[in-house]
């Protein structure tokens, strides 16, 4: 069993919709991360949060301490949004889900 | 910009030769934390300094990968000998503050394959 779970798996929008990517995980955190790749493999730290909701720009995410389950959410998706999205969380161990595949067709 | 290099950005050996890897963290940072990824395993952290002492290597084969800093402006990831299970793309990243994990700026890669 993996600590973090994400899902989807991958995921095809139309420019324009709301996105959620769903991060659940099983273990003692002190901070929930996502990050995110694009095609040409370079990775950006997009939020960092131990609770409540952090918003910026058309992303925002949101954690459930209580239960172990954090959102990322993209409004008013556009192509350049299109990337993977990686959730960890990190305690006493690092624990990385293994991505959500985002593709925001025009 | 401030921003985390890493060199070489490509690199292809062959099995049982050393690789080594480099990686600049943004300056004034202090932590510093190297991760591997593959299409099997995802990323993977392979171990983290903090003030230039090693905080936790437990990711790392320990029988054929090392990492040090040399200074707060360098630090270097080495496979002695390589395999080609350890074909991957290393990143490094940086970034400041006390706790674990405060927020990080990642370099770009550097991708190794292992004939």
């Known amino acids: 069993k993996n600590e973090v779970e994400q899902s989807p798996q991958n995921l095809t929008a139309q420019e324009g919709e709301f996105i959620t990517i769903n991060c659940s995980y099983s273990v003692g955190i002190s901070a929930l991360h996502w990050l995110q790749q694009h095609p040409g493999g370079g990775i950006v730290s997009l939020f960092m949060l131990s609770s409540g909701k952090k918003k910026h720009g058309r992303l925002i995410a949101t954690i459930n301490i209580q239960e172990k389950h954090s959102s990322l959410h993209i409004t008013a998706s556009h192509p350049r949004d299109s990337a993977v999205y990686i959730c960890a969380a990190t305690g006493n161990q690092f624990y990385f889900g293994t991505g959500t595949s985002l593709t925001v067709i025009p | 910009d401030a921003r985390v290099t890493q060199t070489p950005r490509h690199k292809v050996t062959e099995m049982g030769q050393e690789v080594t890897m480099r990686c600049q963290p943004i300056?004034?940072?202090?932590?510093v934390f190297w991760y591997r990824q593959t299409m099997m395993q995802g990323l993977e952290l392979l171990a983290y300094f903090r003030n230039r002492a090693p905080l936790d290597d437990s990711g790392m084969p320990k029988d054929r990968f090392s990492a040090e800093m040399p200074d707060a402006t360098l630090a270097t990831l080495k496979i002695q000998p390589s395999e080609p299970r350890d074909s991957a793309v290393y990143f490094c990243?940086?970034?400041?503050?006390?706790?674990?994990?405060?927020?990080?700026?990642f370099g770009p890669g550097t991708r190794l394959t292992v004939l």
């Open positions: 300056l004034g940072h202090n932590t």
């Open positions: 990243a940086s970034g400041f503050g006390g706790s674990t994990w405060n927020e990080q700026f």
